[in-house]
Each structure stands twice: as structure tokens, then as C-alpha cells.
């Protein structure tokens, strides 16, 4: 079975709703493992050792955020600097995370149509995410789409939960292994595996 480490970052956890909520309905499902950035190290100061052992132990890795300046908040920047280091994570003999899979799973203000060329934000959210995606590659892993979460500004909790609980079956098919690449080469979002069969039964 695939194991799923979450890398988490939110600077003020105690103010959100969505990622919050996401949260909650992601510690439960089994076989995922919940690393909270802020909460480990408040100074920045990232025990990389640990962090590469924890790497090594899962197969799919999530970095979970709400979408900060079209990136993520700077401690999931602080912690790709210090972890991924030459010739472990890329380099002639960086392998260690070859064949693993990674995805972004956001939350952000805007609408989709604000991530469209016709939109204030005028490229999509996939572009934006080039450095990760490209950083994944780097390093032989296989970046898969985001799971995205859009207009979260007047989000009601329901439609919030709703989010939370496909959130939660997306990764309870990927520790599962319902989920193949063939279901999800062609799609912008992660969100629309919610169409497969597999996760409504
Ligand atoms: C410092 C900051 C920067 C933000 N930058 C963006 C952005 O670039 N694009 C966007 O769509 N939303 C942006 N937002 C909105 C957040 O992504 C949104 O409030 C968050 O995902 C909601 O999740 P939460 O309730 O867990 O905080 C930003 C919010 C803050 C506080």
C-alpha cells in the first residue's frame, strides 16, 4: 500500500477555515501522515535528517497549503532548500526520491476564471506551480496536478466540508492504489477524480 506524507504550511492555522477543514479530514484517513511545518519549527530552523527519513518512508508526498503571492507560504521553500540536498535528492547520485509521487493541494482567494489569460491573474494556477512541477523532475519524481480549491473568500463551511471530504477520498484511493496515471495524465485538477467510479463505491 502506498503511504502519503502530508507536508503542511500554514503560518496562522489558528485563523483559517479551509485549511483547517482540510486538516481534519485529511488525519483521518489511514495511511497518511500529517507533518505540520509551522508547528515543528516555528524558527525555521528544519531538522533535515529527519525531514529526508520521513521522505524515504512514503511513496506519495502532498505539499498542502493555501496559495500565498501565486506560491506557498516560505517555510515550504525553506524546507525544499534545506532537504532536497545535491546528490541525495538530484545529482549524479541524488536518487533517493526517484519514482515518488508529489502534488500540490491548495486552497486560494481566487475564482478559476481569475486564473484564466482573460482573468486578473491571467495564467492558470498549473503555471504557477512550474517551480515545483519542475523541481519534482529534477529530482526523478513524478509531479502529478494540484488539487486546487478556489474562491475560499465566501466559503461556506458546508461547501468547505464538501471540499475536505473529496480531498480525503482522492487520498484514500491513492493509499488504495485505485488511482493509475491513466486517470489523471489528462486532467488540469486532482479535484476531477471525483468522477471515477472507483471513489463513489
Ligand atoms: C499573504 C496572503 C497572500 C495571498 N495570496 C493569494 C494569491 O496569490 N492568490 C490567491 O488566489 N489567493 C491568495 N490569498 C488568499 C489565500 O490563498 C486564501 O485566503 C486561503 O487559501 C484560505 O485558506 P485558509 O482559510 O486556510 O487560510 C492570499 C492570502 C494571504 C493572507
Same mark, same amino acid.
Given at each position: ?142 509531479? !502529478?496536478?494540484? @488539487? /486546487?480549491?478556489? +474562491? ?5 463551511? #458546508?461547501? %468547505? ?9 482522492? !487520498?484514500?484511493? @491513492? /493509499?488504495?492504489? +485505485? ?5 489523471? #495524465?489528462? %486532467? ?14
Amino acid at each position: 500500500m502506498p503511504k502519503i506524507l502530508i507536508q503542511f504550511a500554514h503560518p496562522t492555522l489558528s485563523k483559517s477555515s479551509v485549511q483547517k477543514t482540510m486538516e481534519s479530514y485529511c488525519r483521518a484517513v489511514k495511511g497518511v501522515t500529517f507533518n505540520d511545518l509551522y508547528e515543528n519549527y516555528p524558527d525555521l530552523y528544519i531538522d533535515v535528517k529527519k525531514e529526508q527519513q520521513l521522505l524515504l518512508q512514503h511513496d506519495i508526498i502532498v505539499l498542502q497549503h493555501p496559495f500565498y503571492w501565486y506560491s506557498s507560504p516560505p517555510i515550504m521553500k525553506q524546507w525544499l532548500d534545506l532537504v532536497l540536498e545535491y546528490n541525495w535528492a538530484y545529482g549524479p547520485e541524488g536518487n533517493r526520491l526517484a519514482g515518488k509521487k508529489i502534488f500540490n493541494a491548495l486552497s486560494c482567494g481566487g475564482s478559476k476564471e481569475a486564473y484564466k489569460d482573460t482573468g486578473y491573474n491571467r495564467f492558470p494556477v498549473n503555471e504557477y506551480l512550474l517551480p515545483f512541477n519542475q523541481t519534482a523532475h529534477l529530482c526523478k519524481m513524478e509531479y !502529478l496536478p494540484p @488539487f /486546487v480549491i478556489h +474562491e475560499t473568500y465566501s466559503m461556506k463551511q #458546508q461547501t %468547505i466540508d464538501d471540499h475536505g471530504k473529496q480531498y480525503a477520498s482522492i !487520498l484514500k484511493a @491513492f /493509499v488504495n492504489n +485505485e488511482i493509475q496515471q491513466e486517470h489523471y #495524465q489528462h %486532467i488540469e485538477y486532482l479535484n476531477e477524480l471525483h468522477l471515477l467510479s472507483a471513489l463513489n463505491s
